[in-house]
């Protein structure tokens, strides 16, 4: 799931600010409390983007009751997501392009009509479905979109969205569960009685793209490390410690370059 959330208040705070603070403090600065725009955003973020926008029309149109929409369908809305980010400059790889990049998004979308992904075991009770509540006193609400929310006879499914260069394992679905987790948290407050799945559905960026519908454990020992986590986080950017983090994975794909450098402290 790749969204950029609005700026922490004292009533709520997302999961993407609170990553985006253990990252470079003072790209969370920028951000969520100057609320400045970045100059350039990487292609993987665009792309991510509009295959999750199209994924998510798909189970929109099953909520609503609508007919099953195309791979044309899809592709319109994949193209409107990129448009939508037609004032910024995209920095791509080495070997990427626009056009090979809609290739890739052509064969992907094809190949999540072609899986099982789109005949789901439960019922579709909520598709970018807006959660709130609190995780700890010493925090304000977390406030959070799940992808898709799907209800069984006995359970409710909690389920994300991701794009991989290659394909994951079961190992990786536990790894990345964190999120899954506090949204998990959140989501069986409002059906108790229920037992809550967390999944990750995963389609590889590759020539012949793979679906994957992976499931991760609700470990209660690592949900709660992650409040802890998230209040020592919180205890920071109260404290208004803001500072970079240079690192050779994140700063050449930097949005806030030119403002970091000139960074005075």
């Known amino acids: 799931m790749i969204t950029v959330a609005p700026p922490p208040t004292r009533d709520y705070l997302s999961y993407s600010a609170v990553r985006a603070f ?27 983007s509009a295959i999750h ?27 409107q997501s990129w448009r939508d980010r037609s004032e910024q400059e995209v920095r791509f790889g080495k070997t990427e392009t626009a056009d ?51 209800e069984t006879d006995d359970s409710v499914i909690v389920q994300d969205f991701k794009t991989s260069r290659s394909a994951w394992n079961d190992y990786q679905a536990e790894d990345q569960s964190e999120q899954l987790l506090l949204y998990g948290e959140l989501a069986r407050r409002l059906v108790p009685g229920k037992q809550v ?38 205890s920071a950017i109260q404290s208004g410690h803001f500072y970079p983090s240079p690192s050779p994975m994140q700063c050449p794909g930097c949005g806030y370059r030119n403002q970091c450098a000139a960074w005075l402290g």
């Open 22 to 48: 253990q990252g470079c403090p003072l790209k969370y600065r920028f951000r969520y409390i100057d609320g400045l725009p970045e100059d350039c955003v990487s292609s993987s973020l665009v792309f991510g």
């Open 53 to 79: 926008a199209a994924v998510e029309f798909f189970f929109s149109q099953q909520l609503a009751g609508e007919e099953e929409p195309s791979l044309d369908e899809l592709l319109d809305v994949y193209q």
């Open 197 to 234: 799945r967390l999944q990750f559905a995963v389609i590889t960026k590759a020539k012949t793209p793979k679906v994957q519908l992976l499931e991760a454990s609700f470990d209660e020992s690592k949900l709660d490390r992650t409040k802890r986590v998230f209040e020592n986080v919180w």
């Open 100 to 150: 090979s990049l809609h290739q890739l998004a052509d064969r992907m979308l094809t190949a999540f009509l072609a899986s099982d992904l789109t005949k789901q075991e439960g019922r579709i009770i909520g598709v970018e479905e807006e959660l709130r509540g609190e995780l700890s006193p010493e925090l304000p609400d977390l406030l959070g979109r799940v992808d898709l929310l799907l």
